[in-house]
């Protein structure tokens, strides 16, 4: 079956600017995380949602940073005022509930010019 | 929190040879450590995990080894083959659900 799908698969923008990175994971997994990687680096935690609301955002990294997912499927990553340092690839993982394995996306490559 | 160390960083091994990855964890929590495999350009993939209550799981080439006591668990890859050439996390989660921390990752080179 389909696994989870990113899109875009890179995004070029501007310092100060706004972008939206979206997911969708695999048909009927209730849990869905965000992950950050720098290059070189692994994955680090940002935010997971059991169903529609925000389980844990205890990654995201300050207030510009932002995530939704209304209808308990699709999600959205939402990053204000971007800065250079936002540059990396943002993954998305989905599991059939909390306690399940991981299955990653192949991410967004973000570069903030 | 959690804080999970990865060693080497790089590691090549001749084809058929086999290959160790060495992880420390700091938080005696954790119960759950699972190995991702990273190809360029695409996202980790599982290819084993382990449970605290468990000290060794082993799925065709690949086993998984845990000591609790010194918060130590390893990957071994025998039978090294060129598509085996890849970057490794190990991971570590005590959280009811994945909020995995990873470790750095080793680039693994298998020679043919």
């Known amino acids: 079956g389909a696994g989870v ?6 995004k070029v923008t501007e310092k100060g600017k706004y972008v939206e990175l979206r997911c969708d994971p695999i048909s009927g997994h209730t849990a869905l995380y965000w992950y950050r990687q ?5 994955p680090e935690f940002l935010i997971y949602f059991q169903g529609t609301g925000a389980a844990d955002d205890s990654g995201l990294p300050n207030d510009r940073f932002f995530a939704v997912r209304p209808e ?3 999600s959205t990553l939402k990053i204000q005022r971007t800065e250079r340092g936002d540059s990396a690839v943002y993954l998305c993982a989905s599991s059939l509930n909390g306690d399940s394995p991981l299955h990653f996306g192949n991410g967004t490559r973000l570069t903030v010019t | 929190g ?3 160390e990865q060693h080497p960083s790089t590691l090549s091994v001749q084809e058929g040879d086999s290959a160790v990855i060495k992880c420390t964890y700091s938080d005696s929590a954790s119960n759950y450590f699972p190995w ?4 360029l350009g695409k996202g980790p993939q599982l290819i084993i995990d382990i449970r605290s209550n468990v000290g060794e799981k082993k799925d065709q080439r690949i086993a998984v080894t845990l000591n609790k006591t010194a918060k130590h668990f390893s990957l071994h890859i025998t039978e090294t083959q060129p598509e085996d050439s890849a970057v490794y996390f190990c991971a570590a989660t005590a959280g009811g659900y994945q909020k995995v921390t990873f470790g750095i990752g080793t680039k693994l080179q298998v020679i043919p």
């Open chain 1, 5 to 10: 799908s990113q899109t875009p698969s890179n």
């Open chain 1, 38 to 42: 720098s290059l070189g680096q692994g």
């Open chain 1, 72 to 74: 308990g499927s699709v």
């Open chain 2, 2 to 4: 959690e804080n999970v």
């Open chain 2, 36 to 39: 991702y495999k990273q190809e």
